[in-house]
């Protein structure tokens, strides 16, 4: 069941060549060392988001150094790379940091391990160094052995994203909303309703900005979006007042009120209302009245997203459990059988933020996500479990990100 | 074992509450140290002076670093001749008087007197002063255009034409409302939503106080000082002659390095702009080599604003290389709003006249036209412009036009400055809008 090691090997068994990225940033980093004159033999050292990723990328780049005339040995990753590097026998060191995101990135530096005999104590880190970078644009395989290390049941980022939007996206839905079988991607932000198609092409959008303004409206942009038999039930923590909406070929109508927010949609929804003039939701049954970031709810399972940056999942026969760095992008999932919780980070704007999928074991799949995750949901389109993430860009928009199970 | 439980202890702290803040927190108060220059930009003219007014009366709409636009007091929506300009609900005034179209209307009156950005901007609607009249009683302010012209919903994102109901800059509408000369506190009705920020206050300081007070993180913002050269620098200052003074200008013309102008009088973030559209916007950042120095006589008048040092400092500099080629050059200081009225009155044979430019080319030549004076000119060669509907093609044709007008207009291109400020690093949510201008709005600290 769990493929792990074992299917990264089989995958590289069955490819009789390396990931060509990976090849790109071996060949780009191949030309940089050469150029360097370092004194044989080096070694090479790469820290991965998987340790076979690491593997690989170390094994890629000393087979070349070799090729060229530079005698090179693999070793593994560390604090003591330098004393591990000398042990080998090694005269000069590289040592890399990898990142897959859209692009595969590598840096790090080469630098001499040769100890002067009249150094003394001097750390030989403060020796001469050069600098080393390469990039290349991401493939399948990369991103593959990038989730190798996540033990069978990794996830990866899709390359491109499904669609763009100008401002933040405030909330998230997928459901039928034309009543044809296949799920549509609702999306609230910049005050305007957009539904979307599998491919993320725009089917309608709606105008909130006529409606009636909250007494306090808050800054942020927030809001839920649920789809429920067919219609669109839109609350957003602006305007005075909740609407339901319904996709009449490329129009959404408005129809009846709705009373305000909920957590989950559906039966097992919990109504809630804003908090005046904050991106908070309260919830208005039960005993747990403290101002939320959000949550989610699905039959017998209630995910509670408290400000301090933890998170409450209240699960079947009420078991609760504490969840720690866990962001305003979080929901529950049904992932492969079971519920899970997908979650972005704690962090305040981070450059990069990161997905966790947690469950009832102890395994704890993460993808680093580029830009800020806003908000999470299941049944993103296409093949295989799959997750949508609403994401805020460096540039101020936001994007329409998908993360997949491995197959 | 007790090294276990230490461990333990460890895990369970590293995500700490205090560090968790994925959505923004509310409260504190937010610090802001201004030069006096700035402080005394009454009307938000300049980057920092933009800058500093956005928070007590917010543009129209946010043209962001992407080129979008989003409404913030009002809507725009096209129409098949013209853009219909729609306040939002919610949209009122510190007095509590609603936004409506005679609002809008009136406001824009004033700007129109007292800025040659609003009225390039708003040159392109037909029949202005009936349009403006006509919205009284009105829900939507309906701007039929004259030409065609694409670039209008951007340019009336500019901060000149933030509505101020009043006569005093605190009568806009903000995400703060005044409360006393030099604090703000935060409008929890603002259709954006409430800043995050219980309030603000302003200090005025030395440029040496103000860096200290930065440096110590007494202030989170400084503004007047410091600044990205990387940022796109929109802030163009041209000398403008009348037809008598045009022979004077080729004399400064002949002596002028931009260069060492800018290093020596003007100061960074600013760069030296021998087109008249600056680097930013695709103009050229080379001149053309002019020919040996030449002489003249005579004696002229040049206005500049006072309150702004580096036009002060310019001015001075002219004075000085006018006077090595025979010419008496006599200095005349105006405040910007006296300046643009003396000049348009005809006094003054040359002026220096510095202007926050549109991000769109074809829109920002609108600017350097209007400064000409020459309304028919400017729709001549706007209208052409404006037929192109493709933006890139538009500005590529913008740029074509500036170069060949470089040579005829009575306007030469001097600098091009961008916004000079400090924002405390652990300030969270601030970005950079169209104009190259931060936007305050979003900021809080976790």
């Known amino acids: 069941m769990s493929p792990g090691p074992a299917f990264v090997a089989a995958l590289l068994a069955a490819a009789p060549a390396p990931p060509p990225a990976l090849e790109a940033v071996a060949d780009q980093l191949r030309t940089q060392v050469l150029a360097a004159h370092p004194e044989p033999p080096v070694a090479v050292a790469a820290q991965a988001p998987s340790a076979v990723l690491g593997e690989t990328v170390a094994t890629l780049l000393a087979t070349r150094l070799s090729g060229s005339g530079l005698p090179s040995v693999v070793i593994g990753p560390g604090e003591d790379a330098v004393s591990r590097a000398r042990a080998a026998g090694a005269r000069s060191l590289v040592r890399l940091r990898l990142e897959v995101g859209t692009d595969v990135a590598a840096a790090g530096e080469l630098r001499p391990v040769w100890r002067n005999f009249w150094a003394g104590r001097t750390p030989v880190e403060t020796g001469p160094a050069a600098i080393l970078s390469a990039t290349a644009a991401v493939d399948r395989a990369t991103q593959l052995l990038a989730a190798g290390s996540s033990q069978g049941t990794g996830l990866v980022l899709d390359a491109a994203p499904l669609a763009r939007f100008p401002a933040r996206t405030a909330a998230l839905a997928t459901g039928d909303l034309d009543g044809d079988g296949r799920p549509e991607v609702a999306v609230l932000s910049g005050g305007e309703v957009w539904v979307l198609d599998g491919t993320g092409t725009v089917v309608a959008r709606h105008a909130l900005l006529d409606l009636p303004l909250a007494a306090a409206p808050a800054r942020e942009s927030f809001g839920t979006l649920c789809i429920s038999e067919g219609r669109l039930l839109v609350a957003w923590a602006r305007a005075e007042s909740a609407v339901a909406l319904r996709l009449q070929g490329t129009q959404l109508v408005r129809g009846p009120g709705l009373p305000g927010p909920t957590l989950g949609c559906g039966e097992a929804a919990e109504p809630a209302t804003f908090v005046p003039g904050a991106a908070r939701l309260q919830l208005t049954r039960g005993p747990e009245r403290e101002p939320l970031w959000g949550g989610d709810a699905r039959p017998g399972h209630r995910l509670l997203l408290l400000p301090d940056g933890t998170a409450r999942w209240v699960q079947p026969a009420g078991e609760v459990r504490l969840l720690r760095d866990v962001g305003a992008g979080a929901a529950l999932v049904p992932w492969r059988g079971e519920m899970r919780v997908a979650a972005s980070s704690a962090a305040a704007a981070p450059a990069e933020d990161r997905l966790r999928l947690l469950g009832t074991g102890p395994e704890e799949p993460t993808v680093p996500v580029p830009g800020r995750i806003l908000q999470v949901c299941a049944g993103a389109p296409g093949p295989g479990p799959a997750l949508l993430l609403g994401v805020w860009t460096a540039d101020g928009g936001s994007e329409l990100r998908v993360v997949r199970g491995l197959p | ?446």
């Open chain 2, 1 to 446: 074992m007790r090294r276990i439980a230490l461990g333990l202890l460890l895990v369970g702290a590293v995500p700490s509450a205090a560090t968790a803040a994925a959505r923004a927190r509310d409260g504190g108060t937010f610090r802001l140290a201004v030069l006096p220059e700035v402080r005394a930009d009454r009307w938000g003219d300049t980057p920092e002076g933009a800058v500093l007014r956005s928070l007590v009366a917010a543009p129209l709409c946010r043209l962001d670093a992407g080129g979008r636009v989003q409404p913030v007091l009002a809507t725009l929506q096209r129409s098949a001749d013209g853009v219909s300009v729609v306040a939002r609900p919610g949209a009122r005034s510190p007095s509590g008087a609603p936004l409506g179209a005679a609002e809008l209307a009136r406001a824009w009156g004033r700007a129109l007197d007292r800025s040659p950005v609003a009225r390039a901007a708003l040159a392109p609607v037909r029949d202005l002063a009936a349009a403006l009249e006509q919205s009284r009683g009105r829900g939507a302010l309906v701007l039929p255009l004259a030409y065609p012209w694409p670039d209008l919903e951007a340019t009336l994102c500019h901060p000149a034409l933030s509505p101020v109901t009043g006569d005093g800059p605190g009568d806009g509408i903000g995400p703060y409302a005044l409360d006393g000369a030099d604090r703000g506190r935060a409008v929890p009705s603002f259709p954006e939503g409430r800043p995050h920020p219980d309030g603000f206050v302003l200090t005025t300081l030395s440029r040496r106080a103000a860096q200290r007070a930065f440096e110590s993180r007494t202030t989170h913002v400084l503004l007047g000082d410091g600044g990205d050269a990387s940022a796109s620098a929109l802030f163009a200052t041209y000398l403008v002659s009348r037809p008598a003074a045009r022979a004077l200008v080729g004399l400064a013309e002949s002596r002028l390095d931009r260069g060492s102008l800018v290093r020596s009088f003007v100061g960074a973030p600013a760069m030296a702009m021998p087109g008249l559209l600056p680097p930013a916007l695709g103009g050229p950042d080379r001149g053309t080599a002019s020919g040996a120095p030449a002489r003249g006589s005579g004696t002229a008048v040049l206005m500049y604003a006072t309150d702004r040092p580096a036009q002060r400092a310019v001015a001075q500099r002219l004075q000085i290389l006018l006077r090595d080629a025979g010419v008496q050059l006599t200095l005349a200081p105006r405040t910007p709003e006296a300046l643009d009225r003396d000049w348009r009155a005809g006094q003054g044979d040359l002026a220096l006249r510095s202007v926050l430019l549109p991000p769109a080319p074809a829109a920002a030549l609108g600017v350097v036209l209007e400064l000409t004076g020459d309304a028919a000119e400017a729709r001549r060669e706007l209208a052409p412009l404006g037929a192109v509907a493709d933006a890139g093609e538009r500005a590529a044709r913008a740029r074509e036009r500036a170069l060949q007008l470089a040579a005829t207009l009575p306007v030469l291109p001097l600098y091009s400055e961008g916004l000079r400020a400090r924002v405390d690093p652990s300030l969270v949510d601030v970005r950079r809008d169209g104009f190259g201008l931060w936007m305050l709005d979003d900021a809080w600290w976790p």
